[in-house]
């Protein structure tokens, strides 16, 4: 069975700064996808990033990337100029072959500090 | 478009009480899932349906039913609620997965949970 592991429970980051969010994960699978999902406290699952384990570029949306190491099995999230909005939880999730279904990580608190 | 939508949002029960989470999408997905969230913790699948008439266990099914007789249902039924269900319910709902996997992820769409306690 696949796992996902978010090793920060929590992190604080300044307005404006770069902060960087750790997510490693066990597989045996060659093709698989990652995601960054985050939950603000409405509870709402939101789709930050994703990354398909087959594209060797890291994947970019604004001020959100990613950066995949494959051998390493490690899928960290940088946020860049973090903003009072980004304070919320970020979960790191798995997909693989089997089903659409996914395998999340515990989870990273984000505060940002004005 | 009122994507996927969950009922009830807060529920208290007592110790052996039943109860069901209500989940609709209008979206015309195939895949729907039930997960659970518990306090600081990441979220748990506990049971998915890939079509109409057709569901399967997840990670954590025990104590807890499901049915898929149309598209766009896909309640949970807890039977007997414990202390342990106590919990935040997400349901979501995604297209098929292609026969080609490199076709693209399907991103699941979550509702907006269900916070359910059970005293």
């Known amino acids: 069975a696949q796992t996902v592991t978010q090793s920060q429970p929590e992190m604080s980051v300044q307005e404006a700064e770069t902060v960087t969010l750790s997510c490693t994960y066990d597989t045996s699978e060659s093709d698989y996808y990652l995601f960054w999902y985050k939950q603000p406290p409405s509870r709402q699952m939101i789709l930050v990033i994703r990354?398909?384990?087959?594209?060797?570029q890291n994947a970019t949306e604004n001020r959100f990337s990613v950066n995949f190491q494959k051998a390493a099995k490690s899928f960290s999230l940088k946020i860049s100029d973090s903003q009072l909005g980004d304070a919320a939880m970020y979960f790191c999730?798995?997909?693989?072959?089997?089903?659409?279904?996914?395998?999340f990580g515990g989870g990273t608190r984000l505060m940002v500090k004005p | 478009n009122a994507g996927v939508t969950q009922t009830p949002k807060f529920r208290i029960l007592k110790i052996g009480q039943s109860m069901t989470l209500q989940c609709t999408q209008d979206?015309?997905?195939?895949?729907m899932y039930w997960y659970r969230q518990d306090p600081g913790m990441g979220l748990k699948l506990i049971y998915y349906?890939?079509?109409?008439?057709?569901?399967d266990k997840g990670e954590v099914p025990n104590g807890y039913n499901v049915s898929r007789s149309t598209t766009e249902d896909f309640p949970l039924r807890l039977e007997l609620a414990a202390p342990s269900q106590t919990s935040v319910y997400f349901c979501?709902?995604?297209?098929?997965?292609?026969?080609?996997?490199?076709?693209?992820?399907?991103?699941?769409?979550f509702g907006a949970g269900s916070r359910l306690t059970v005293l």
């Open positions: 349906s890939v079509g109409a008439g057709i569901t």
């Open positions: 999730a798995y997909r693989g072959n089997a089903g659409n279904m996914l395998t």
């Open positions: 979501a709902s995604s297209t098929r997965q292609g026969s080609n996997f490199k076709a693209g992820a399907n991103v699941l769409t």
């Open positions: 990354q398909e384990a087959y594209k060797q």
């Open positions: 979206m015309n997905h195939n895949y």
